[in-house]
Antibody, heavy 125, light 105 residues
Framework: QVQLQQWGAGLLKPSETLSLTCAVY????????WSWIRQPPGKGLEWIGD???????NYGPSRNSRVTISVDTSKNQFSLKLSSVTAADTAVYYC???????????????????WGKGTTVTVSS | IVMTQSPATLSVSPGERVTLSCRAS??????LAWYQQKHGQAPSLLIS???TRATGIPARFSGSGSGTEFTLTISSLQSEDFAVYYC????????FGGGTKVEIK
């Protein structure tokens, strides 16, 4: 049974860098894509970006310049860094596994089938 | 791609049949997933490919649709089904609907 365990600082000041890590236990790391999703308080889900085992990344258009997702295949871990945070970045951050799917003959990341429990990040001065 | 869910809230009694709607702003073929999120928990996958139940999901959950119009149906609502439900397209960069909260009537 695959499990995702995530951790990172929960309280940040404006302009600091958010840093979260997600460890994958119990399954293949190289066969999937690995995502970060966030959920502001009382709101819906927002995809941040994802990465595969070779380090190929996809970022959502709204925060491309502030986001860095990286991977450490030796530890089966992937990480999120979000620079210059503001109060608008306050949210629960989830890591998730994405199943690869084939669209028009190309293998691409698909739906999220395994999720971490989430990390609450609060940005406040 | 903008995903729009309706209604925002649904008040239902246990045992009732529930239908949730999700509309995409452009065709996403069948590249749609449904997730259930209970209070204080991470979302969990219910349906992928618009109609394929995830492992362990009861048969009372069913999904249908393709293109731009999709439906999640719960045939007989159980107490553990009161939650928020999200649709998500993965035909391109992932985007989620705003959610439908299913609450006790």
């Amino acid at each position: 049974q695959v499990q995702l365990q995530q951790w990172g600082a929960g309280l940040l000041k404006p302009s600091e860098t958010l840093s979260l890590t997600c460890a994958v236990y119990g399954g293949s790391f190289s066969s999937y894509y690995w995502s970060w999703i966030r959920q502001p308080p009382g709101k819906g889900l927002e995809w941040i970006g994802d990465i595969n085992h070779s380090g190929s990344t996809n970022y959502g258009p709204s925060r491309n310049s502030r986001v860095t997702i990286s991977v450490d295949t030796s530890k089966n871990q992937f990480s999120l860094k979000l620079s210059s945070v503001t109060a608008a970045d306050t949210a629960v951050y989830y890591c998730a596994r994405r199943q690869p799917i084939t669209i028009f003959g190309l293998v691409r990341p698909g739906y999220m089938d395994v999720w971490g429990k989430g990390t609450t990040v609060t940005v406040s001065s | 791609i903008v995903m729009t869910q309706s209604p925002a809230t649904l008040s239902v009694s246990p045992g009732e049949r529930v239908t949730l709607s999700c509309r995409a702003s452009q065709s996403i073929n069948s590249n749609l997933a449904w997730y259930q999120q209970k209070h204080g928990q991470a979302p969990s996958l219910l349906i992928s490919g618009a109609s394929t139940r995830a492992t362990g999901i009861p048969a009372r959950f069913s999904g249908s649709g393709s293109g731009t119009e999709f439906t999640l149906t719960i045939s007989s609502l159980q107490s553990e089904d009161f939650a928020v439900y999200y649709c998500q397209q993965y035909n391109s960069w992932p985007s989620f609907g705003g959610g439908t909260k299913v609450e006790i009537k």
